[in-house]
C-alpha cells in the first residue's frame, strides 16, 4: 500500500475546490464501510479515529486493521487521529505508522499550545507525519450555551505562523453532535482566515450540515470536513430493527451499518465534490 500525505491530499482538494470527508469509526465494519464509499466513488477518504477509540484498540491494532482493509480495496485513504491532547498517544500513533492526527491544544494556554504543537510538528516531519491543528475549542451540542460563532483570525495566523501545521481548525460556529438549532457558519472569517494563511482549513461538526452549507465552507477555504455523528446515529439505527428484533441473526445488523454508514459518506463525498477526486492524490 502506497503511503499518502495528509498535507498533499487537502493541497489537491483546496486547489480543486473541493472537500475530503473525514469520518469517525469505532470499528472494522465501519472503516470498510467508509473506504467502500471512497472506492465506488473514486473519492479520496480519511478514516478517523478518536483517542476514546485508540485507547480502547491500540495504535498498532488499529493500523493493522486499516491497512489490511485498504489492501482489499482500489482507494485513496488516510488514517487520522482525531482530537487528541496527549502528545505521547499521537506520537504513538507517528510511530505505528499512522498518517497524521489532530494535536488539540485548545484547553491550554496559548504558549503552551504553540510549543507542544511544534514539536510534534517537527517530529513528525521525520516520519512523514503531518499534524492538524486547533487552538479554539469546538463544543458540542450537549453543552450550555452558544458555539464561537467569530472565527479569531489574528490569534489563528500567529498559531499557523508559529508551529508549521499542515491544516488547521478554526472554531467557525460548528459544534460536535447533531444541533437541532440551525448552524451559523462564520464564511467571512473562514475566507479570510484562508487568505491569511494559506492552508487547507478543517471544518468540524460536518454532520447535519446540509449541502449548500458545504458547497459555501468548500468556497471559503475548508478542504477537510468531519463526520461523526451522523455514523454513530446509522449504527443505533442499525441495531434498532423494531419488534421482531429477537429473530435477527446479528450479521444482518453488521450489513445494516455498513450499508447505512457506506450511504452516509456517499452523502458527504456528493455535497463536497470529491467525487472522482482519487486521481488527484498522489
Known amino acids: ?38 472506492e465506488r466513488l473514486s473519492s479520496p477518504v480519511i478514516v478517523q479515529i478518536s483517542t476514546r477509540t485508540l485507547r480502547a484498540w491500540g495504535p498498532r491494532r488499529i493500523r493493522q486493521l486499516f491497512v489490511g482493509l485498504v489492501s482489499q480495496r482500489h482507494v485513496s485513504a488516510l488514517l487520522h487521529l482525531d482530537h487528541c491532547a496527549d502528545p505521547d498517544l499521537v506520537t504513538a500513533c507517528m510511530e505505528e505508522g499512522w498518517d497524521s492526527a ?24 521525520e516520519r512523514g507525519f503531518d499534524i492538524e491543528g486547533e487552538i479554539d475549542r469546538i463544543g458540542s451540542v450537549h453543552e450550555v450555551g452558544p458555539p464561537q460563532v467569530r472565527v479569531a483570525v489574528d ?7 508559529q508551529t508549521g501545521v499542515t491544516c488547521f481548525s ?40 446540509d449541502a449548500p452549507t458545504l458547497k459555501k ?7 477537510k470536513v468531519n463526520v ?28 445494516n451499518f455498513s450499508a447505512r454508514t457506506e450511504a452516509v459518506v ?17
Open 102 to 125: 489532530l494535536f488539540d491544544a485548545s484547553s491550554m494556554d496559548f504558549e503552551t499550545a504553540v510549543r507542544l504543537t511544534r514539536d510534534l510538528v517537527v517530529r513528525g516531519a
Open 170 to 209: 478554526p472554531a467557525a460556529g460548528t459544534l460536535h453532535g447533531l444541533s437541532e438549532a440551525p448552524v451559523v457558519l462564520d464564511l467571512d472569517g473562514l475566507a479570510a482566515l484562508s487568505e491569511n494563511v494559506g492552508l487547507p482549513l478543517v471544518l468540524h461538526g460536518g454532520s447535519g450540515l
Open 228 to 255: 461523526s455523528s451522523m455514523v454513530k446515529s446509522a449504527f443505533r439505527g442499525a441495531l434498532s430493527p423494531g419488534p421482531s428484533s429477537a429473530a435477527v441473526e446479528p450479521i444482518d445488523l453488521l450489513q
Open 1 to 38: 500500500m502506497s503511503r499518502l500525505a495528509l498535507g498533499s491530499v487537502l493541497r489537491s482538494a483546496r486547489s480543486g475546490g473541493y472537500a475530503v470527508p473525514a469520518c469517525n469509526v469505532f470499528d472494522a465494519v465501519g472503516m470498510d464501510a467508509v473506504l467502500a464509499a471512497g
Open 155 to 161: 490569534r489563528s495566523v500567529t498559531f499557523v505562523g
Open 266 to 282: 456517499a452523502g458527504f463525498v456528493e455535497a463536497l465534490g470529491s467525487r472522482g477526486r482519487s486521481c488527484d492524490v498522489h
Open 217 to 223: 465552507a468548500v468556497t471559503c477555504g475548508i478542504a
